[in-house]
C-alpha cells in the first residue's frame, strides 16, 4: 500500500479519479472519513473497495445507536419513547438513501452528531471533573470538524444556544463560560489541521453561488420524517418499475403524505405545548429544536441561503430531533387520559406503517435490479494489476460501453501506474493520451480489436468489460485516424519519420526509413490505389479488415489513397425515396495507420477475419435501422436491440424495452416497426423474428444494437435518440449514421 500526501496528488501518477479528488467541490472537504477507511483497511489488510459498503452500514447502524444515546441522556426521553424515535430512525428511507449511495462523510457525521451534543451538553452542565467532560465534548466536536464541517455547525447552535441559557439562568456563570471557552479551544486544537481547508469549503458549499451539483429542487419537509418517495424518484428514478403498481402508490402516497405530515408537525407542536411546565427538560428541548429548525431554514427559507442540496443534507443532519419531537408528542398523548389513547396509539402505527414501506421501497428499488455498481466479475478487474510492470504506462479505452462507473474501477485498479487516454470516470475525466503514441500496454474494451490501437493480439488478462493487451514490438507511431471516403474522392496524409497527419502538410521530423502499414475496412469489393513515398500499389479489398505494409519507405512522405468502386455499389448505396435505407455501403475506411522500423520483409497485405457494423437510421417516421455487416467466418453472436430512456420527471434512465436473437449475418441486419407497436429483427433474407414493444409515455430514449459473444458484451452501437411529448402526440428525434465498429475475431 502506498501512501501519498495530500498535497503530493499532484504529482501522483496520471489517473482520471485525481480529477475528481483534487477539484474545488471535493478538495476542501475534510478528510476524517477516508483516514478512518483507510486505517480499518491497514488494520484489517483489505482493500478499500472491499470493506467501504461494510463501513457505511456500521457507521449507519452507529448513528442508530447514538441516536438513543442522545434522547435518553440529553433529551431525557422514557425507554418507551426513546425507542420508539429510534425505531423511526433506523427505518428513515431518507437515511438509507444516504447509506446506498455512498455518503461516507455524512453517514461518519450522523454516527459522531448526536454523541457530540451528548457530551458537549453533559460538560456544559456537569458539576465536576471539568477537564474530563471538556475534553470528551471536545474531542466529538473535533472529531466533526475533521469528518464533516455542516455537522459541526449543526452540533454548535444548538450547544452555543445552551451555553448563553445556562450563562444567563445559572449563578456559576464563570465557570460555565469557561467550560464553553475550553470546549471551543481543545475543539480548535484538536482539529487544527482541518482550518486550514475551512475557507475553501465555505467558499464552496456556503457562498451565494449554489454548488453545480446535486439536487435541483427542494425536497419535502416529508422526507425528514422518513415519508416521502420524493427523493427516491428524484435521485433514482421511478422506486416500483410497475408502470400501474407505481401509479396507484404515487395516488395514495400524494392523498396520504400530507396529511401524515400534517399529523407530525401537529403533534411537535402539541409535545413543545406540554413540555412548557416541565422545568427539568424543557430548556434543552427547546433549544435543540429552534436550532435544528433554523439550520433547515437556513437553506430553505428565500430570505436566507436557500440551496436544495444543502437543504436536503440539513434535514438528514436534524432528523432524529424532528422524530424525537414527533414521538414525544405521541407519547404526552398517551399519558393524556383526556385524550383517546387509541388514537394515539393509531396515529404512531401510521408512522411506522409509511416509514416501513418507504424504507421497503428504499431496499426494493436497490437490490432488484443487479448490483447497480459492482458484480463479482466487475471486481476482478483488481487483479489487473498483478500484469503490468510496475510504473508501466497503460492506455484506457476510449469505447463509451466502459466509461465512467467501470472505467473508475479500472482507474482504482491501476492506480500506482501512469494512466493515458481519453476517458470519463463517474465524476472526473483524463484527456492526455499523445497522438501516435504506443504505451506499454492497453486496456481496452471486451471485443475491441487491439491491432487496431497498435497492440499484440494476445490478452494477458481479461474479464467480461475489459482485456489487457501489450504493445506491438517495433511500432513506432499508431495513428488511430477513423476516416473515411467514397470513391472517386481520395484521401491524403502527410508521414514522418514518427507521425501521422491527414492532409498535406509541411513537417519537420527527422528523416527515416520505416514500414508504413495502412488499415483499409470496407463492406464492398473495391480496388485501392496508393502512393507514398516514390512507391504505387494496387490493391483488392474484399469485405472486411485489410491491412497493407509497404516496406522500407523514405520518410517524411505523401500518403495518397485513391478507391474504386463498381457502378452497381455506388448505385445500390443511393436511397429512391425519402425513408427508404439503402442496399449498400461503399464506403472505404481507414481505421488506422502505423510505422514501425523496418526490416527485410517485402511489401505485405493480410485479411484479417474481424466482423465489421455500421448501423444508420431514418430520418423521420418508426424507429427503423438497418446495419451492414461483414462476417468472414459466419461467427453466430447474439444481437440485442434495447431502448433506453428518461421518463419525463425522472432524472434515472431505465430499459424500457429490448429484445434479442441469435444468428450470423454476412451483409446486414434490419431493425424495423410495424403498425400496432410491433418490431421486427431480421438478418439477411433470412425470415424475420416480431416482438412487441410497450407504449413509451413523456420522456427521452435512446435505441441501440448491442452484439455478444458467449455472454460478454462486445459492442454497443448508437441507433437513435427521440423524445416523446404530448402523451406520445410529439415525437422528435436525431438521425444518422453510427461510427464503424470492428469486433475482433
Not at 95 to 104: E, M, R, V
Not at 376 to 403: I, N, S
Not at 667 to 688: H, K, T, W
Amino acid at each position: 500500500m502506498n501512501f501519498i500526501c495530500r498535497a503530493a496528488l499532484v504529482n501522483a501518477p496520471p489517473n482520471p479519479l485525481l480529477t475528481t479528488i483534487l477539484s474545488r467541490h471535493i478538495l476542501p472537504l475534510p478528510m476524517g472519513f477516508s483516514y478512518l477507511h483507510a486505517t480499518l483497511d491497514v488494520l484489517l489488510q483489505t482493500q478499500a473497495f472491499d470493506s467501504f459498503a461494510i463501513l457505511l452500514g456500521v457507521l449507519h447502524a452507529l448513528g442508530v445507536i447514538a441516536a438513543f444515546m442522545f434522547f435518553r441522556a440529553t433529551l431525557n426521553m422514557s425507554p418507551r419513547a426513546a425507542l420508539m424515535a429510534t425505531g423511526l430512525l433506523a427505518l428513515n428511507g431518507l437515511l438509507l438513501w444516504f447509506a446506498y449511495w455512498s455518503f461516507g462523510l455524512h453517514l461518519a457525521s450522523l454516527a459522531l452528531l448526536p454523541l457530540a451534543l451528548t457530551f458537549g451538553a453533559h460538560a456544559l452542565r456537569a458539576r465536576a471533573e471539568r477537564l474530563h467532560v471538556v475534553t470528551l465534548a471536545a474531542l466529538f466536536l473535533a472529531a466533526l470538524n475533521v469528518t464533516y464541517h455542516p455537522a459541526l455547525v449543526a452540533a454548535a447552535l444548538p450547544l452555543t444556544g445552551m451555553g448563553l441559557y445556562l450563562v444567563v439562568t445559572e449563578k456559576s456563570r464563570a465557570e460555565i463560560f469557561l467550560r464553553g471557552a475550553a470546549i471551543a479551544a481543545f475543539t480548535v486544537a484538536l482539529s487544527f489541521p482541518a482550518l486550514f481547508q475551512l475557507q475553501d469549503f465555505i467558499r464552496e458549499y456556503y457562498g451565494r453561488a449554489p454548488l453545480a451539483i446535486g439536487l435541483r429542487e427542494f425536497v419535502p419537509l416529508s422526507d425528514g420524517y422518513g415519508w416521502s418517495l420524493y427523493v427516491l424518484d428524484l435521485a433514482v428514478g421511478h422506486a416500483i418499475p410497475t408502470p400501474w403498481l407505481y401509479d396507484l402508490a404515487v395516488r395514495v402516497w400524494d392523498s396520504s403524505a400530507p396529511v401524515l405530515t400534517l399529523a407530525a408537525v401537529l403533534s411537535s407542536l402539541y409535545a413543545l405545548w406540554q413540555l412548557r411546565t416541565d422545568k427539568e427538560r424543557r430548556a434543552v428541548w427547546y433549544l435543540v429544536v429552534a436550532a435544528s429548525v433554523f439550520y433547515v431554514a437556513l437553506f430553505r427559507l428565500p430570505f436566507l441561503r436557500p440551496y436544495p442540496y444543502g437543504f436536503l443534507k440539513s434535514l438528514s443532519l436534524v432528523s432524529y430531533v424532528l422524530l424525537a419531537l414527533v414521538v414525544q408528542g405521541v407519547e404526552f398523548a398517551i399519558q393524556n387520559s383526556k385524550l383517546e389513547i387509541r388514537n394515539a396509539k393509531f396515529l404512531l402505527a401510521l408512522f411506522f406503517s409509511f416509514t416501513l414501506f418507504t424504507f421497503a421501497l428504499s431496499l426494493e428499488q436497490y437490490f432488484k435490479p443487479r448490483p447497480a455498481f459492482f458484480d463479482a466479475d466487475a471486481l476482478k478487474v483488481r487483479a489487473v494489476k498483478a500484469h503490468v510492470t510496475p510504473g508501466a504506462q497503460v492506455f484506457l479505452t476510449d469505447r463509451a460501453e466502459v466509461q465512467e462507473i467501470p472505467m473508475g474501477l479500472a482507474a482504482y485498479a491501476l492506480r500506482e501506474n501512469p494512466l493515458r487516454g481519453n476517458v470519463t470516470t463517474g465524476y472526473g475525466k483524463l484527456e492526455n493520451a499523445a497522438a501516435g503514441r504506443v504505451y506499454d500496454y492497453a486496456l481496452l474494451a471486451r471485443g475491441e480489436d487491439p491491432l487496431l490501437r497498435g497492440y499484440q493480439n494476445n490478452a494477458l488478462w481479461s474479464n467480461e468489460t475489459f482485456a489487457l493487451y501489450p504493445r506491438v514490438q517495433g511500432v513506432v507511431a499508431h495513428h488511430a485516424l477513423n476516416v473515411q471516403t467514397i470513391a472517386p474522392q481520395t484521401l491524403t496524409f502527410t508521414l514522418g519519420a514518427q507521425e501521422i497527419i491527414s492532409g498535406t502538410k509541411t513537417i519537420s521530423t527527422t528523416q527515416g526509413t520505416r514500414d508504413v502499414t495502412i488499415a483499409f475496412a470496407s463492406f464492398v469489393p473495391q480496388s485501392v490505389q496508393l502512393e507514398v513515398g516514390g512507391q504505387t500499389a494496387e490493391i483488392e479489398l474484399t469485405p472486411g479488415l485489410t491491412t497493407f505494409t509497404a516496406s522500407n519507405t523514405n520518410l517524411p512522405a505523401t500518403l495518397v489513397i485513391t478507391p474504386t468502386v463498381a457502378a452497381e455499389f455506388l448505385d445500390a448505396a443511393r436511397v429512391q425515396f425519402p425513408h427508404q435505407f439503402p442496399d449498400a455501403d461503399p464506403t472505404l475506411f481507414v481505421p488506422y495507420i502505423q510505422l514501425g522500423e523496418t526490416d527485410t520483409a517485402p511489401n505485405a497485405q493480410i485479411h484479417f477475419p474481424s466482423i465489421l457494423v455500421r448501423c444508420a437510421n431514418q430520418t423521420a417516421g418508426e424507429l427503423d435501422a438497418r446495419c451492414f455487416v461483414v462476417n468472414p467466418k459466419g461467427e453466430n453472436l447474439v444481437w440485442r436491440w434495447i431502448l433506453r430512456g428518461t421518463r419525463a420527471g425522472t432524472h434515472a434512465e431505465q430499459v424500457m424495452a429490448r429484445t434479442e436473437a441469435s444468428g450470423a449475418p454476412r451483409q446486414r441486419v434490419d431493425i424495423s416497426a410495424r403498425n400496432g407497436g410491433e418490431m421486427i429483427l431480421q438478418f439477411d433474407d433470412a425470415p424475420y423474428q416480431s416482438f412487441a414493444t410497450p407504449a413509451l409515455p413523456d420522456g427521452k430514449y435512446r435505441g441501440a444494437l448491442e452484439i455478444f459473444r458467449a455472454n460478454v458484451l462486445v459492442a454497443r452501437i448508437p441507433l437513435y435518440t427521440f423524445e416523446v411529448q404530448k402523451k406520445g402526440t410529439s415525437l422528435t428525434r436525431t438521425a444518422g449514421v453510427s461510427p464503424l465498429v470492428i469486433v475482433a475475431p
